[in-house]
Structure formats: structure tokens, C-alpha cells
């Protein structure tokens, strides 16, 4: 593991911060400038022989202890901050001076054990970032002609705001290099026996067919040969696939007692090839492309948040699943132009825990498996899918990755065309339906003809899709999710998918669609093609104002969300990791609302 550089500040280069840690320093300072963490003092920009490009208009001075740090900076859209790679540094005694991560750390009022575990987080981000620098090739050459799986493997940027984007708490380099998406190495999955007893599945059809299906027969059959040599049959168990990284470690990862009772039998690896996307968790079939995307629970931290599978969100995915997409086929705005695409959770088997056991907590959300649909095969002639985190990508010759498209169709025209593709029917879900997704940009899939957007496309919703009961567009239509797990029959208000607020549905929103997402895509337009930040939301607002003027959905269900306030809360996502917060944990602060009518 790569340990950061605490020793004093000397003047030779080896010691110097390289472009990696630079990163994560430069994002670092963004969000503790953005959450408010520190006070900071800003005016214009002075120096204009350091290389920075305009738009960044403002040297930022901000103390953090007893250190002073300087920067060229500015303030985009909802209040985000944005660095000038390489322009921040720490002055001391009027001079201006490189410095590591660890020395901004060390002066934080955190608590020891705290700042060590954030200095580990940040040095393995650094480390992987370098490893990919160093090793991989996608950011040699540009990567607008790849297809789509590939080009989700050479995604290597990772989030573009949050300082541990590398982070990977319990991979080690290795681990890294085999399993990470980055590498794009391609592996089998492991399965095993699990007693039935100890199991929830949602399968759409027949078991012994769904896994004919899904596995091709060879595979199944070999499965099935290996668990009669082995003692067992699948009267009396059920299969679940497992990530081999996982599966490496099972006995310490607390089955120990369940594998030596006989009620969990490890098989072995069998079937496809598959290799990992940006999200980790969920891998796509490298062998059959069209087939389904896995999801499987890795016993890691990704971006502070633990990656294991929730129980009660697995076998409610199909469910859930099941209920959108029929709003959606049922919907005469959404059907009409073809505005939206969801990628169905369709099957699900999830590991049944006691709770109030210990060993059970210990092993709770470690084993279990969702299939969602592949965006492959399910294209138009013509049409051509990308993740949507292309759109921000800075690729090899200096240009942005969408740069061809803007050229041929202009700024403006192409902004509108975005702005009409992906935000009204995420928007529509929400106003007219009452639903809100947690739609950030590794969620979202952008199909278009030749650069041209045709259509947004979900993924990923069955842990964060959100909504009040008494605002949804056809209540009579909510799932009885008690009927698959009987915990839905209890859970409290916002721990589930039944929120108690519409606020709640409106920070979603605004998190996902807007401050953590197109912020960045009206950034990358303002600083590289001339189109200025005002003038992509004043489209949004334009848009979102002719929608309301369609009469589609009720003006007043569009103005119960509060949209345009002054003021909006947004999601603390430094302030969560400097206290660990779990998955339910929310940390806030205050911005200001590019969309709000009233002069900030």
C-alpha cells in the first residue's frame, strides 16, 4: 500500500506530489470549499501568467488550522467548486509551495482514528489512480470509438467530485488489476449450494429453467453433477453465484459455521466470462454481451459506502422492476417519442439473515445475486449507447470526449436536445408519477444517433428509488413489497422506499439530475466550447417551463417540490466520509439554486 508523504517539504522533484495525488488533493479542497468546511476568502484573479485557463476568475485563500492554502478557482453551477489542476498550493512565509495530501490532513480538527482511516482511503485512491496511469492504456489514445462495454471499462476518471473515488477498501493491487473495471480482465463466477432454508429468490419462471437460461446447459449441468458428487441436490438446495473475490474468502468472512454444518457448499467456478463495470458490484457478460448484467455484493468500500447487498432491496427489485416499467408502458408522454428506457431487475436470490443473531449481522448482505437486463440487443438500428459519465471525459488530444458532436450540431442546439432527453421524463417520473431515482451519471445511459441524443436510459434503482405514498401519481398502483419480505410491512418511513417528505423526492433529485451531474456537463461546455453555465440552465428552465405549460401533470404537484427556492439542501458526501456515515446516514449543507427565478 502506498503510504503518503509526511516528510518535510524539500525543493526536489522526487518528493514533489504527482499528477494522482494532485487529483485527489484538487478534489479534496473542492468539496471542503463546497460543504463549508472551511472559511475561505475569495477575489479575482491576479495571476494571469500561471497557465490556468480563464475560466477559472478567482484566487481562493482558505486556512485549514494553522496552514494557509491558495488556489485559482471558480464557483459553477448550485455553488460547485472547481480547481484549477495544479494552481493549489500552501504558502509559507509569503512563498508558494507544493505539499501532500497528508499535510492538509494532519492539519484537520479530526479525530486521530478517523484521520488515519481517511489518510488510508485517500492513499489507496492515489495509488490505484497511479496504477492506472502507469499500466493501462485508455488514456493514451481517444476512446470515442468504442463500443459500449468497452468504453465502460475504460472509464478510468472514476467521480469527478468525490475525493476517494478510488478507493477500495480490502482490494489490493492485484485485486485491482483482476477485478477492477479499469483493467477490463475477464473472469468466471463462482457458485454455490445454499440450503434452501437459509434463501429468498425471485425468479421469473421454473428455477431449473431460469438457470438453463441464464447459465446455458453445459454450465448448469456441470453444477449440477458437481453438487450430487458432493452430497447434495437441488431438492434440498439452491444455487447462487458468487464474485470469485468473494468467493476466496467465504470462511472468514463469516459462513465458517454454515460451510462446516453442510448447509453451504462451495462448487466452484463454471459458465461465461464476465468483467466489472464502473459500479464494481455489477458485472456484464463478456462471453454473450446480450445477456444479463450480474450484481453480486463485494465486501468492500467503494466511495465510503460498504458494497454488500441490502437483504430486503434484492428480492424487491423484480417487484419494483416490474411496477415502473408498467408506468411507463402505460404512460402516454413517456411512450410518446420514446422518452425512456429502463433496464428491468427481472430475477434475485438473496442470503436470509436473523438480525438479532450476531454471526447472522456479520454475514448479512454478503450473499446474494440480481439480473438486470444488458442495454445490448436492446437498440434501435443506428443508435449507438454510452454510459452517461462519457459526457465529461477529457480525452488523450485534449478534447472533450462529446467535442465531434458539438461541432456538428452546436452548443446550444445540442445542450437543448440533452436537457429535452434526459432531464423531462426523469423529471416527469418524479412531478407526475411521484417517483424519484437516485439517477447520477454511472446510473444513467445516454442512446444517440450519430452524437444526436434519442433517449435516456435507468439502471440500477432497486436501493434507491424513492417516493411519498400519498404523492404518487396512481397510488393504487404501489407494490405490496410486504408480500416478499415481511420486513416492508414495518420498516419505518425513509429507511425504505416510502419516504415521509416530498422534499426528500426533490433532494434526490436535484443531488442526482443536477449538482453532481449536469453541473459537470455545463462546466465542460462552459470551459471548452464558449456555452456559458447560465445559458445551459436558463434551457433547463425554459424546458421545465414548457412542460409545465403542457398540462401533462397538475400545476400543483409540480409546485409542491419546491423546486425553485432560493436555496436548497444537498447531500455532504465529504462531511459523511470524515464521520463514516452508513448507508442510511445523511450529512447536508446549504447552496444556492441556479434554477430559483429570484437573484441570488
Known amino acids: 500500500m502506498h503510504t503518503l508523504c509526511t516528510e518535510p517539504r524539500q525543493e526536489i522533484a522526487d518528493l514533489a506530489p504527482d499528477a494522482a495525488e494532485q487529483r485527489v488533493i484538487r478534489q479534496f479542497a473542492e468539496a471542503l470549499l463546497f460543504e463549508k468546511l472551511v472559511k475561505y476568502e475569495t477575489g479575482p484573479r491576479v495571476d494571469t501568467d500561471s497557465g490556468a485557463e480563464a475560466v477559472y476568475d478567482r484566487q481562493v485563500d482558505f ?206 467456478a463454471a459458465g461465461d466470462f464476465y468483467h466489472a463495470t464502473q459500479s464494481m458490484r455489477t458485472v456484464v457478460n463478456a462471453t454473450h454481451p446480450e445477456k444479463a448484467n450480474i450484481k453480486l455484493p463485494l465486501d468492500i468500500v467503494c466511495t465510503s459506502s460498504r458494497r454488500n447487498l441490502e437483504p430486503h432491496f434484492v428480492c424487491t427489485a423484480p417487484l419494483l422492476s416490474g411496477w415502473l416499467a408498467s408506468l411507463v408502458a402505460e404512460d402516454p408522454f413517456l411512450q410518446g417519442g420514446n422518452r425512456l428506457q429502463l433496464l428491468k431487475e427481472y430475477a434475485a436470490v438473496s442470503h436470509e439473515t436473523d438480525e438479532e443473531v450476531e454471526e447472522d449481522e456479520d454475514t448479512s448482505g454478503l450473499l446474494g445475486v440480481i439480473f438486470r437486463e444488458s442495454i445490448v440487443g436492446r437498440l434501435n438500428e443506428g443508435e449507438t449507447a454510452i454510459p452517461f459519465t462519457a459526457l465529461t471525459l477529457i480525452e488523450s488530444d485534449g478534447r472533450p470526449f462529446i467535442a465531434g458532436w458539438i461541432e456538428e450540431h452546436g452548443a446550444e442546439r445540442w445542450a437543448d436536445r440533452l436537457i429535452e432527453t434526459v432531464v423531462i421524463p426523469i423529471w416527469h417520473m418524479l412531478v407526475h408519477h411521484g417517483i424519484a431515482f437516485e439517477a447520477h451519471a454511472q446510473n444513467l445511459i445516454l442512446v444517440h444517433e450519430n452524437g444526436w441524443p434519442k433517449r435516456v436510459v435507468l439502471r440500477d434503482f432497486h436501493e434507491d428509488t424513492e417516493f411519498v405514498p400519498e404523492f404518487l401519481g396512481r397510488p393504487e398502483t404501489e407494490p405490496d413489497f410486504a408480500s416478499v419480505d415481511p420486513i416492508f410491512r414495518t420498516i419505518p418511513l425513509d429507511d425504505g422506499y416510502r419516504m415521509e417528505l416530498i422534499e426528500s423526492l426533490r433532494q434526490l433529485y436535484v443531488d442526482t439530475v443536477y449538482v453532481f451531474n449536469l453541473a459537470d456537463v455545463s462546466f465542460l461546455m462552459a470551459r471548452f466550447h464558449g456555452f456559458s453555465e447560465s445559458g445551459f440552465w436558463n434551457l433547463v428552465r425554459k424546458k421545465l417551463d414548457a412542460y409545465a405549460a403542457s398540462g401533462v401533470t397538475d ?46
Request: aromatic share 8%; proline share 4%; with cysteine.
Open 555 to 600: 400545476a400543483a404537484r409540480i409546485a409542491a417540490l419546491g423546486a425553485e427556492t432560493p436555496d436548497i439542501i444537498v447531500e455532504s458526501l465529504l462531511t459523511k466520509t470524515i464521520h463514516r456515515g452508513g448507508t442510511l446516514d445523511y450529512y447536508e449543507h446549504e447552496v444556492r439554486n441556479t434554477l430559483s427565478r429570484e437573484v441570488p
Open 63 to 268: 486556512r485549514v488550522g494553522e496552514l494557509h492554502f491558495q488556489c485559482l478557482a471558480t464557483f459553477s453551477s448550485y455553488d460547485r467548486v472547481r480547481i484549477a489542476q495544479g494552481s493549489l498550493v500552501r504558502i509559507t512565509e509569503g512563498a508558494a509551495m507544493l505539499f501532500h495530501m497528508a499535510e492538509l490532513l494532519q492539519a484537520m480538527e479530526v479525530p486521530a482514528a478517523g484521520k488515519r482511516r481517511l489518510l488510508d482511503e485517500l492513499a489507496q485512491t492515489i495509488e490505484l489512480h497511479r496504477w492506472n496511469r502507469t499500466h493501462l492504456d485508455h488514456h493514451r489514445s481517444p476512446r470515442r470509438g468504442l463500443g459500449f462495454q468497452a468504453l465502460e471499462s475504460a472509464i478510468v476518471e472514476g467521480h469527478q467530485y468525490h475525493p476517494s473515488f478510488k478507493t477500495r477498501t480490502g482490494f489490493s493491487v492485484a485485486d485491482h488489476q483482476a477485478y477492477g473495471s479499469e483493467a477490463g480482465e475477464t473472469f468466471q463466477l463462482h457458485f454455490v449450494a445454499m440450503s434452501r432454508e437459509l434463501l429468498r429468490s425471485a425468479l421469473p419462471e421454473d428455477e431449473a429453467v431460469f438457470w438453463n437460461r441464464e447459465l446455458g446447459e453445459g454450465a448448469y449441468g456441470w453444477l449440477t453433477g458437481r453438487l450430487e458428487e458432493l452430497g447434495g441436490d437441488w431438492e434440498r438446495f439452491a444455487l447462487v453465484p458468487v464474485h470469485p473475490w468473494q468467493a476466496k474468502d467465504l470462511r472468514e468472512r463469516g459462513f465458517g459455521e454454515v460451510i462446516d454444518s453442510g448447509a453451504l457448499i462451495p462448487l466452484g
